[in-house]
């Protein structure tokens, strides 16, 4: 048995068939035209005694087996088809691609009506058809195939006549997947016989193989075919397998038309592959996957229900599955959700009746509830998170995007140090490529890393908190040995989280609590928003500090509601919070006596929870340790202690304060100073540069006269008594 090469053979078989029935059909109206030459011209345009006598005449019924012109052709048609189908079967098995088979078999179509099809598609198929319609309808006007012409051409017998009307009436397959809308002409509507059919432009490009999609729908869908070579998933092998054996499984569980319909949920960050994953499962499951970006469809209305038929349409003629994405947009008007989440229900329990392997994905930053989710109720959901990857995996993703450019050990730095998703790790190589190519160069540098990371985070830390950009280092840090050996262990449990917890197995026995939670405690002035800066430039992370009133709302809920969003902002984008005058959120929970106190209290064990499940670094910094909730100071990790400097610590911070480049004159005695100033380090940068600003408005460089006054100065405003003595003999 021969094969069909392409769909295009194959419908050239059967428009062959069609073919002769239209010319015998021709030839009988010839047979019984008048041999008036003026009457044939007019045919079609006047309406004559003769033509009135011969609707009257007893074989002009609409269906008379004596008077058939076609009746031999019927049989030899059936053969031919029957025919036809075995080599279409043999043909698909070969995998072959044959539009007008598989769209048969999608829409379940009988053989009358794919022969409408056929007829329909004639005139696009050759030209001449528009001449022989016309010429059957004996209207010139009718230059397509019309109801009654098709119950004489493709009917097989009276009985199927009857029948066969009901195939093309309003709601059959034919009128809703198929054929354009009625035609209307001069805005009165033809009788049901002389209704015109004509295929939708999309069957159209459909059969002939025009088009891959509906062009209705550019910008507003986008389709990957079963055999479309796909970008390798670098992680999530067993997530891959999850997804499929749960299509799967809830396929084996249908019961014809009652079945179940697999809807499943993926949730994750942004750039962890749930496109990607959805893609490999239908290119598994040999289907096409149309995903839908929810922000481009119109909101409600007439607008969204054309594209949302469209969208369904497109999925059962073609056997895609959907995959939904950005619709939270869509829902966020009241008075427009409640109209737009009826569509939606309306189109996928279409879909989900009408198509022959129905699946949908939805895909969220964040899990929705089943009633959140427009579903039919055959919808059988299953909900599917995709985290970040594990250090092991993301290290994978590095050396694959590296591709070989960079050293083993900055690739294990990086995969530890950013809790990234495969697509911003991907992003950020792009992107720290492109920064070295700026530069002249061909491998990026730890700093163009760190930047291009940066670039990842799509972060709105910034609407709740200010950013501190981190210029001091270990060496403008003063504090005792022991505190300065807290912060360097600090850092080094960050650095080194992902080997304790992940590779070591830790994070097994704890399933929480595994971000650093510090408090820096001291009085004011003593390097505790320093000390966050340094850890900050020596972790290469970004920092933010707190502003308590952008989160602290007097309505209820809505501290909780900014502490969440802060929260999810911070891990997402693996920046450090820094809490500044900490005791004013974590102070101690009080007896409740009112309203206020009850939710003053809920505000505070929110926070605990929170900065217990906080898997990134947060620093609390207070002046007043005492009044701290105790449960709060139980869950620090490490408490540094900013005792006030000795007079050794303030000779250093004075000594740091001074830049090299500054003018300083020699007889400046800053053991003196350090000796007679009793001030913590913030105020003694308030000095030296006060002193800076006297220094370069006289003329001179930086001496004791200059730092001396600034010091009284800085007295004064603490409240302090200075005594001339203090500062003799320079006074």
């Not at 209305?301 to 959907?322: D, M, N, P, S, Y």
């Not at 930047?451 to 910034?462: D, K, N, P, W």
């Amino acid at each position: 048995m021969r094969l069909y090469d392409n769909g295009f053979a194959y419908i050239e078989d059967e428009f062959e068939l069609i073919e002769r029935g239209i010319r015998l059909l021709l030839q009988h109206f010839e047979s019984r035209e008048t041999a008036d030459e003026s009457s044939l011209v007019l045919r079609g345009l006047v309406i004559t005694p003769a033509d009135i006598e011969r609707t009257l005449e007893p074989d002009a019924a609409p269906w008379n087996e004596d008077e058939d012109p076609l009746r031999q052709f019927r049989s030899e048609r059936l053969d031919a088809e029957r025919h036809m189908q075995k080599r279409v079967a043999a043909s698909l098995k070969a995998g072959t691609k044959l539009p007008l088979a598989e769209l048969s078999e999608r829409l379940d179509l009988s053989a009358w009506e794919r022969r409408c099809v056929l007829l329909a598609l004639a005139a696009e198929f050759d030209s001449r058809c528009e001449s022989w319609f016309g010429y059957l309808n004996d209207d010139v006007t009718l230059r397509m195939p019309t109801v009654e012409l098709a119950l004489k051409l493709l009917a097989d017998s009276a009985q199927q006549v009857q029948s066969a009307r009901g195939f093309l009436g309003e709601g059959s397959k034919l009128r809703r997947y198929c054929l354009a809308q009625l035609d209307t002409a001069s805005g009165q509507t033809r009788s049901s016989l002389r209704q015109l059919m004509k295929l939708d432009q999309r069957i159209i490009s459909l059969l002939l193989e025009t088009e891959r999609m509906d062009s209705r729908l550019s910008g507003v869908a986008s389709r990957t075919d079963e055999k479309e070579a796909l970008e390798p998933l670098l992680v999530g092998a067993q997530l891959q397998r999850a997804l499929l054996q749960a299509v799967r499984s809830c396929r084996d569980l249908e019961t014809g038309q009652s079945g179940y319909f697999p809807v499943i949920q993926l949730t994750g960050p942004a750039g962890g592959g749930k496109k990607l994953h959805v893609k490999h499962v239908s290119h598994a499951l040999g289907q096409p996957l149309l995903i839908i970006h929810g922000q481009r469809l119109p909101a409600a209305g007439e607008a969204l229900r054309e594209k949302l038929r469209l969208l369904v349409r497109e999925a059962i003629i073609t056997g895609a599955a959907l995959a939904f994405e950005n619709t939270d947009a869509l829902w966020a008007e009241e008075s427009q959700a409640a109209e737009s989440f009826k569509a939606f229900r309306a189109a996928l329990s279409e879909y989900a009746a009408e198509g022959k392997s129905p699946v949908v994905f939805w895909l969220n930053r964040e899990a929705k509830r089943r009633e959140q989710l427009p579903l039919p109720e055959t919808a059988a959901m299953l909900d599917i998170a995709l985290p970040y990857p594990a250090a092991v995996e993301r290290l994978f993703v590095w050396k694959q995007a590296a591709n070989g450019k960079l050293a083993d050990d900055l690739q294990s730095e990086l995969a530890d140090k950013y809790k990234f998703t495969p697509g911003q790790i991907q992003g950020t190589m792009r992107q720290a490529f492109r920064l070295a190519a700026m530069r002249g160069g061909d491998v990026p540098h730890t700093g163009e890393l760190a930047e291009a990371s940066r670039t990842q985070v799509q972060t709105r830390l910034s609407e709740l908190a200010d950013k501190l950009t981190p210029v001091r280092g270990w060496d403008d840090l003063v504090l005792p040995d022991d505190s300065f050996a807290q912060l360097k262990e600090a850092c080094a449990r960050f650095r080194y989280g992902e080997t304790v917890y992940g590779r070591w197995g830790f994070g097994r026995k704890l399933p929480y609590g595994r971000g650093l939670s510090m408090l820096f405690a001291g009085p004011p002035g003593t390097g505790k928003t320093m000390a966050a800066e340094v850890m900050a430039k020596e972790l290469g992370i970004e920092l933010y500090r707190i502003d308590l009133s952008r989160i602290v709302s007097k309505y209820i809920g809505e501290t909780e509601k900014n502490l969440r969003e802060m929260f999810a902002e911070a891990e997402n984008s693996g920046s450090i919070l820094f809490f500044d005058e900490a005791d004013s959120l974590f102070g101690k929970r009080t007896e409740v006596k009112d309203s206020h106190d009850r939710y003053a209290n809920m505000e505070a064990a929110y926070l605990l929870q929170r900065i217990e499940a906080f898997d990134g670094v947060s620093i609390l910094a207070t002046n007043l340790q005492q009044n701290m909730d105790e449960a709060f100071l139980r869950r620090m990790q490490v408490i540094v202690q900013f005792p006030f400097p000795d007079a050794e610590g303030r000779e250093r911070i004075f000594r740091g304060l001074l830049p090299e480049e500054a003018p300083v004159d020699a007889e400046l005695d800053l053991p003196f100073l350090a000796e007679r100033i009793d001030v913590a380090g913030g105020h003694i940068k308030n000095i030296v540069l006060s002193a800076a600003f006297l220094a370069a408005g006289e003329g001179r460089p930086i001496g004791m006269v200059q730092m001396i006054r600034a010091a009284q100065q800085e007295f004064k405003k603490m409240g302090k008594i200075v005594v001339r003595e203090q500062f003799e003999p320079y006074a």
